[in-house]
């Protein structure tokens, strides 16, 4: 089956760098999304990967190896409105989007 | 704001009701789809819909029926919920199903089956 693992919560705090991993098995890999998704939101687009490597987009950065199944999201000097849930979602041979169940990030002062 | 719009944003219906929810977006896309979110859970799809035409339907059951007049309107039409069906529905867009595109989501309606 697919699978997309993400941890379920994490704490960090406000000023500091979390990463956010993200493991996947898919039938085919099609591309690897990261959204953000505030509490009674619409999840919001951050990134995409398709090659192996750091995409970076101001305070946000994704990497993926696809050779390992795994991507990260990284957040820099974290502020109180990065506190969220971050949705990770890979597109599989069909085109179809596999989600994790996504991981809330607390931020604390 | 993303360009999609989701109406309404809370529901609360007893089991023998009939209700629908309405989807709609402003930015020229060719595809359209329902998702349920429940806590704690992926995104689960439920219908797709490209260039007017259902293209997937995900095993989901009778009493939820997709309605997509033109490219820009969704709507899903509820009738005899059950209380699990309780949760968060997301509509979203993207350019075509199946091209290298972003998915953009609405607000989400916020669904209640007492």
């Known amino acids: 089956g697919q699978n997309i693992d993400q941890p379920t919560e994490m704490t960090a705090t406000e000023g500091a760098i979390v990463q956010i991993n993200c493991t996947y098995q898919?039938?085919?890999?099609?591309?690897l999304f990261w959204y953000q998704q505030h509490a009674g939101e619409a999840p919001t687009f951050l990134s995409y990967?398709?090659l192996d490597g750091l995409e970076e987009k101001g305070r946000f950065s994704s990497f993926l190896s696809r050779s390992k199944g795994y991507s990260y999201l990284l957040l820099k000097e974290l502020q109180m409105k990065d506190s969220a849930s971050y949705l990770c979602a890979v597109r599989d041979s069909n085109y179809q989007l596999i989600w994790g169940a996504g991981t809330k990030l607390i931020i604390k002062p | 704001e993303t360009g999609v719009t989701q109406t309404p944003r809370h529901l609360v219906m007893g089991m023998t009701n009939k209700k629908s929810l309405k989807c709609e977006q402003h930015?020229?896309?060719?595809?359209m789809y329902w998702y349920k979110q429940s806590a704690k859970k992926p995104l689960e799809l439920m219908f797709v819909y490209n260039f007017k035409e259902q293209t997937e339907n995900n095993s989901v059951p009778s009493r939820f029926s997709p309605e997509c007049p033109n490219s820009s309107h969704l709507f899903l039409h509820l009738h005899t919920l059950q209380p699990e069906d309780s949760a968060l529905y997301l509509c979203?867009?993207?350019?075509?199903?199946?091209?290298?595109?972003?998915?953009?989501f609405g607000p989400g309606t916020r669904l209640t089956v007492l």
């Open positions: 990967n398709v």
């Open positions: 898919t039938s085919g890999f099609n591309g």
């Open positions: 930015l020229g896309h060719n595809a």
């Open positions: 979203a867009s993207s350019q075509e199903r199946g091209g290298p595109d972003t998915q953009y």
